[in-house]
């Protein structure tokens, strides 16, 4: 969660800080396993951790910022200060009065909340920020508030709740080197679970203040984990963010309404096809290819590369008609690779409606099962394609 104190009198706030300073200056915490104060280039985290827990969180930390800071272009600001709770009863009366009462709050609900102090004069520009983040230890849920402390330091304000949040979500995932889905097993299990829900709904959820639920955060996480790494979406996606959180009027009709029914496609195909490891920038739907039905004895060829989701064959197929195809070259899948994969296989797609995939034989007909465009992928499982390698020229004719 994310708020936000525009104070508008410069005396006001020097008080409000010198308030939160006085924790920064005590170093070394009390003896009985009380809080503690470490620090790391970018972070001051109190913390009731182990000397060995906090360190690996600044570690993380640092590096979700740095990937953070690279995708938006622009280094963190300032240190972020954060309260970060294990086990509240380890907090004396007097430690626990050092929180912001909304922070203690959030804490002792199993939360996190981040405040961002804006310093502005009367009806002038927003000239300063600090942000101030406080965050039980579990659940990531440091790593997704400090997300919060980036945009509200850097840019003054952290956008639309579902960009906000999605965001955050997204943020707390990122690891270095890492494109695959990576979301623990219960938000995956949940999503895959359910009706998709409409992305309106997502776009236009308010933030609920008092038990906004995990799996509410976990549609604003979809919807912007597809949004980024999808390659139909993404070089929109970080201007729409920016302008969003510069208060720009804009939002995600603007910036998608003409591509609405090509996200619904992709947000419930994703949904469908999401385990562990998916690579959404691998994917992506191609929107572009022309097909054409075949006459003849013409044919049409392809591309299709085994590290990559479905493939535009170029061919317009027919229903009951028979088609055979020619693939040259080679791909291999990953070594834990299950049976049948590497197999060449097809879906037909028709009015933003997918039928069932099904094996495509090397040199022997094959029936259309419906009318629609062909599309091609080597068969293997959705969250392992970052191993496949190589690729097949795939020709297409009628079987006459
Ligand atoms: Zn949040």
């Given at each position: 969660?994310?708020?936000?104190k525009t104070?508008?009198?410069i005396?006001l706030?020097?008080?409000?800080?010198m308030?939160g300073?006085?924790v920064?200056a005590?170093r070394t915490?009390?003896?009985?396993?009380?809080?503690r104060?470490y620090?790391?280039r970018?972070?001051?985290?109190?913390?009731?951790?182990?000397?060995?827990?906090a360190?690996?969180?600044l570690?993380?930390?640092?590096?979700?910022i740095e990937?953070?800071?690279k995708?938006?272009?622009?280094?963190?600001?300032?240190r972020?200060?954060?309260?970060?709770?294990?086990?509240?009863?380890?907090?004396?009366?007097?430690?626990?009065?050092?929180?912001?009462?909304?922070?203690?709050t959030?804490?002792?609900?199993?939360?996190g909340l981040?405040v961002?102090?804006v310093?502005?004069y009367v009806?002038?520009?927003?000239?300063d920020?600090?942000a101030?983040?406080?965050?039980?230890?579990?659940?990531?849920t440091?790593m997704?508030?400090?997300?919060?402390?980036?945009?509200?330091?850097?840019?003054g304000?952290?956008g639309?709740?579902w960009?906000?949040?999605g965001m955050?979500e997204?943020?707390k995932?990122?690891?270095?080197?890492?494109?695959?889905v990576n979301a623990?097993?219960y938000?995956?299990?949940?999503?895959?679970s359910?009706e998709p829900?409409?992305?309106d709904?997502?776009?236009?959820?308010?933030?609920e203040?008092?038990?906004?639920?995990?799996?509410?955060y976990a549609w604003?996480?979809?919807?912007c984990?597809?949004l980024?790494y999808?390659e139909?979406y993404?070089?929109?996606?970080?201007?729409?963010g920016?302008?969003?959180?510069?208060?720009?009027?804009t939002g995600?009709?603007n910036?998608y309404g003409?591509q609405f029914?090509?996200i619904?496609?992709e947000y419930?195909?994703?949904l469908q096809d999401?385990?562990?490891g998916?690579?959404?920038?691998?994917c992506?739907?191609?929107?572009k290819t022309r097909?054409?039905?075949l006459?003849?004895?013409?044919?049409?060829?392809c591309?299709?590369?085994?590290?990559?989701?479905?493939?535009?064959?170029?061919?317009?197929c027919?229903?009951g008609e028979?088609?055979v195809?020619?693939?040259?070259?080679?791909?291999?899948?990953g070594p834990?690779?299950?049976?049948?994969n590497?197999q060449?296989?097809?879906i037909?797609?028709?009015?933003?409606?997918?039928g069932?995939?099904?094996p495509?034989p090397?040199?022997?007909?094959?029936?259309?099962?419906?009318?629609?465009q062909?599309?091609?992928?080597?068969q293997d499982?959705?969250?392992k394609?970052?191993d496949?390698q190589?690729s097949k020229t795939v020709?297409i004719?009628?079987?006459?």
């Open positions: 969660m994310w708020e936000t104070l508008f009198r005396a706030l020097t008080v409000f800080l308030a300073n006085s920064w005590q915490g009390s003896a009985g396993g009380g809080p104060l620090e790391s970018t972070f001051q985290i109190y913390t009731d951790l182990s000397e060995v827990d360190r690996e969180l570690k993380d930390l640092e590096t979700m990937l953070v800071s995708y938006f272009g622009h280094p963190c600001r300032k972020i200060q954060m309260f970060v709770v294990e086990d509240l009863s380890r907090w004396s009366p007097e430690e626990r009065g050092k929180m912001l009462p909304e922070g203690l959030s804490i002792q609900g199993g939360a981040t961002t102090r310093q502005q009806g002038g520009p927003k000239i920020a600090d101030v983040v406080f965050a039980v230890s579990k659940h990531q440091p997704h508030e400090a997300i919060h402390a980036y945009c509200g330091l850097t840019f304000s952290t639309p709740v960009y906000s949040e955050a997204v943020g995932y990122f690891q270095a080197g890492e494109k695959g623990p097993p938000v995956i299990e949940y999503l895959k359910e829900k409409p992305l709904d997502i776009v236009n959820n308010p933030l203040r008092t038990g906004d639920s995990w799996q509410n604003r996480w979809v919807l984990h597809l980024g999808n139909n993404s070089q929109r996606f970080k201007p729409l920016l302008a969003m959180m510069a208060g720009n009027n995600f009709n910036a003409t029914r090509e619904e496609f419930q195909l994703f999401l385990e562990p998916y690579r959404a920038d691998l992506g739907w191609d929107w097909f054409r039905p006459v003849g004895a013409a044919q049409l060829a591309k299709v590369d085994a590290q990559r989701g479905w493939q535009a064959s170029r061919a317009k027919v229903a028979q088609y195809v020619s693939a040259t070259g080679e791909w291999s899948t834990d690779s299950s049976e049948g590497g060449l296989v097809g037909i797609f028709q009015d933003y409606v997918l069932e995939p099904f495509i090397d040199g022997e007909p094959f029936t259309a099962p419906s009318d629609g062909l599309y091609l992928r080597c499982d959705w969250g394609l970052t496949n190589g020709r004719k009628l079987a006459k």
